[in-house]
């Protein structure tokens, strides 16, 4: 009724900024945010991913080097991988857990735990 124009996406004047409705600024950012921060995500769960294969392979080589008469006491060496295994399964799927929880409370807490337990598989 007041003739007032105003980009419903952004919230903002229309004019001067807003020549068209696709080139809304905002929405440009928000959608380039977005796909930075799943970028972010894929790459991490995707690093896990591999590092647990790598892990299988490591595994899998072991047991076959136990086989060998004169190393038997391998049993250590084939329960770290697993637990490397189990570790990698773990961080990530936390890292598709974080893309899709949008409750920014328990966040807090789920980040610091896989930090935690990235910074340890690391070490292992």
Aim: proline share 2%; with cysteine.
């Amino acid at each position: 009724k007041c003739n007032h124009g105003f980009c419903w996406r952004c919230l903002k004047p229309w004019r001067p900024n807003h020549k068209d409705y696709y080139n809304c600024s905002a929405m440009v950012s928000k959608a380039a945010w977005q796909e930075k921060r799943f970028q972010d995500y894929n790459e991490r769960c995707t690093f896990h991913h591999h590092a647990r294969e790598f892990a299988t392979s490591l595994r899998n080589s072991i047991s076959s080097i136990r086989e060998m008469p004169k190393i038997r006491n391998m049993t250590f060496v084939l329960d770290a991988c697993k637990v490397l295994e189990q570790a990698r399964k773990v961080l990530a799927y936390s890292c598709v857990y974080s893309y899709y929880n949008q409750d920014t409370e328990s966040m807090d807490i789920v980040e610091q735990q896989t930090e935690s337990l990235e910074l340890l598989t690391n070490a292992l």
